[in-house]
Each structure stands twice: as C-alpha cells, then as structure tokens.
Nanobody, 124 residues
Framework: QVQLVESGGGLVQAGGSLRLSCAAS????????AGWFRQAPGKEREAVAHISWTGGKTYYPDSVKGRFTISRDNAKNTVYLQMNSLNPEDTAVYYCAAGSGLYIGSRADDYLYWGQGTQVTVSS
C-alpha cells in the first residue's frame, strides 16, 4: 500500500515556473514507477511525465517535453515535477501516481495509487 500526497501547486503567471512534490508513504516506494498526470475541467486526464523505479528513465509527451522535468529521490520517498515556461494551457489539477509491473506505465489505468491532486493555475 502506498499513499501519495502532492504539494507545490498554485497560481503563476505565464512564463513562470512551479515545482510540484509528491511525498509517498511506505518503505518500498523504490519498487514502484511513478508518474504525473493532469486533468483540466471538461477534459480527460492526461499523462505529463513518467519515471522509472530508480529514476534512470523518464518519458514526456510532446506537449511538455523540454519544459517539464520529472525526478525522484527514493531516500526521501519523493517524486518531483519541475515545470518551466508555463502557459495557460497547463492549467489543471495535477496528480501524482505510482504503479508496479515489468514496464513503466504510460496510461492512467497502469497506475495503482493516486494522490489527491494539486491545482496549478497559469494566468495570461
């Protein structure tokens, strides 16, 4: 069982940056791959970043590639999402998630555990 708690969301102007954190409970967090997803009002939940168990592999969709960076510190049981060059289209609730298996999940269905979400609002 893994519990996830996100923090770091807020209001930022276009072009600004935010760093989200996701604190995980449980001593076996390093055995889970992790990801960040977001959901804007009226839209489906979409993936914005995934990271492997040790942090050696990361994946991003084209919409955030070059602007967002996912990282993890297994000693602190924490996953981070550094978001730069934010624009109003990035406004959404951001969720941290963790999953297990042989391959890093890319879809929401691949993830077992979810945080409660943190709101990110980018003003123009």
């Amino acid at each position: 069982q893994v519990q996830l708690v996100e923090s770091g969301g807020g209001l930022v102007q276009a072009g600004g940056s935010l760093r989200l954190s996701c604190a995980a409970s449980g001593r076996t967090f390093s055995t889970y791959y992790a990801g960040w997803f977001r959901q804007a009002p009226g839209k489906e939940r979409e993936a914005v970043a995934h990271i492997s168990w040790t942090g050696g592999k990361t994946y991003y969709p084209d919409s955030v590639k070059g602007r967002f960076t996912i990282s993890r510190d297994n000693a602190k049981n924490t996953v981070y999402l550094q978001m730069n060059s934010l624009n109003p289209e990035d406004t959404a609730v951001y969720y941290c998630a963790a999953g297990s298996g042989l391959y890093i999940g890319s879809r929401a269905d691949d993830y077992l555990y979810w945080g409660q979400g943190t709101q990110v609002t980018v003003s123009s």
